[in-house]
């Protein structure tokens, strides 16, 4: 099938899928703070989860392109694929580093829907965006690691089986680099919840079923590692751009949503006895939010393709996880104003669309992090952390 044909078949299959969550459905789920456990599951019964897994494990191997387009469909229909993203984007890791005992043993009930890989265990209270200082330790004896620490911010982790975790297996002060001596390991969580893990919830601004983490000398076999041990850094690395895609793809989506109810909603008020849209105060900001979208879009679409041919995209892709944050950011401010007091109404669910977006500046990177791989790495200035 052409890419053009996949493309739209993808895109209209997700909105039919979407049409049966609603507003309502979105909403009342926040509300509760509930986990949007019928919708997940409806899209990995649909096999769209399972877009990354090549078919010979049971997927549909297709590209970050193809997956990408999921995920902005899912948040331009109103929902928010935070629910689900992490099985996409944790993926690669899997798929390059894992053993074939690995990938054989989860590949197929992951595609299947039996097992649900949505935890990613990176950050730490005490370290933050300083990754390589993280304070969570695995130590081998014999066949086994024991693990210690503690981690903050893993969503979904009451609502996955599998929990991605890096730790330090090699203490900084035996490394030449402090990037090296860092492990993945993927961890079952149905064993490990109770007998070493604990699970606290965090509530926060939105409802992302977002947790910490404390292991308390959990046992798990050593067959856990993924790939070689010490390397986990740089596998982490490796994931990054996926990461970044499908995150710009989810803000291009919300963006869409933003300027799509701000634009029917300037038409449809009125006052002073005309459409608010009129006034060029409040058509102008939605005109200039839809431009800044759709030429973040522009740098996602460039950036999965770099990423599907296996060329080089960090930089594409860094930028198009920052031009996207920014617009989703700044559609969902002129949506607010658009809908003037109804925009703080959960009715109309704006409010809700822009608690969600907001985090995109923030996690899985922050806009900063961003300039700091610009900078350093794209303009080869001098590094600043
Ligand atoms: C709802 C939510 C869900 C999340 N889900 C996950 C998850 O599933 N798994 C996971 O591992 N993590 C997750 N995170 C964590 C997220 O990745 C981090 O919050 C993010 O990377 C920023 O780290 P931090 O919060 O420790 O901020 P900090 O590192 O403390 O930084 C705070 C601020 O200072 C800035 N800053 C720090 N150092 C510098 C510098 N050198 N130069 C310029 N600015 C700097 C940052 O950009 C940021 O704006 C989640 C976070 C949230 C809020």
Redesign the pocket.
């Given at each position: 099938m052409p890419q053009a044909d996949l493309h739209e078949d993808l895109r209209s299959g997700v909105r039919a899928l979407c049409r049966d969550y609603p507003d309502t459905y979105w909403r009342e789920l926040d509300a509760k703070r509930e986990y949007p456990e019928a919708f997940v599951r409806a899209l990995t019964d649909a096999g769209y989860l399972a877009a990354l897994i090549p078919e010979e494990y049971g997927g549909s191997g297709l590209g970050v392109s193809e997956a990408s387009i999921i995920m902005e469909e899912i948040n331009r229909s109103g929902a928010n694929a935070g629910a689900c993203h992490?099985q996409m984007y944790t993926m690669g890791t899997l798929l390059r580093h894992g053993s074939d005992a690995q990938k054989r043993t989860y590949l197929p009930q992951i595609a299947s829907g039996k097992l649900r890989l949505q935890?990613?265990?990176?950050?730490e209270p005490t370290t933050?965006?300083?990754t390589t200082q993280l304070k969570t330790t695995a130590t081998r004896t014999g066949g086994t690691y024991i693990i210690r620490g503690q981690?903050?911010?893993?969503?979904?982790a009451e609502h996955s089986d599998l929990l991605l975790l890096i730790v330090r297996t090699t203490p900084i002060a035996d490394v030449k680099k402090r990037s090296d001596g860092l492990s993945v390991l993927l961890i079952d969580m149905r064993t490990a919840v109770g007998n070493g893990l604990t699970i606290r919830p965090i509530r926060?601004m939105?409802n992302?079923a977002?947790t910490e983490l404390f292991f308390d000398d959990l046992e798990v076999p050593a067959e856990t590692l993924v790939g070689e041990e010490g390397k986990g850094f740089r596998y982490l690395i490796d994931g990054l751009n996926a990461e970044r895609i499908l995150i710009a793809a989810e803000c291009v989506g919300d963006g869409r949503w933003f300027v799509d109810r701000a634009t029917k909603y300037a038409k449809d008020r009125v006052v002073f006895n005309r459409p608010i849209g009129q006034n060029q105060g409040i058509q102008f900001p939605i005109a200039r939010a839809h431009v800044n979208v759709e030429a973040a879009n522009l740098m996602r679409v460039r950036a999965a393709e770099l990423f599907d041919r296996g060329e080089p995209c960090g930089a594409e892709a860094n930028m198009a996880k920052l031009l996207a944050a920014d617009a989703s950011w700044e559609a969902a401010n002129v949506a607010v104003q658009t809908y003037g007091g109804f925009g703080f109404a959960e009715d109309y669910d704006v409010e809700r669309k822009f608690r969600e977006t907001k985090?995109y500046q923030?996690?899985?990177?922050?806009?900063?992090?961003i300039l700091?791989y610009m900078a350093e790495h794209v303009l080869g200035l001098p590094r600043?952390?």
């Open positions: 992490a935890a990613f265990g990176v950050s933050g965006s300083d981690k903050i911010w893993i969503s979904r926060t939105m992302h977002t985090l923030v996690a899985p990177i922050s806009t900063n992090m700091a600043s952390y």
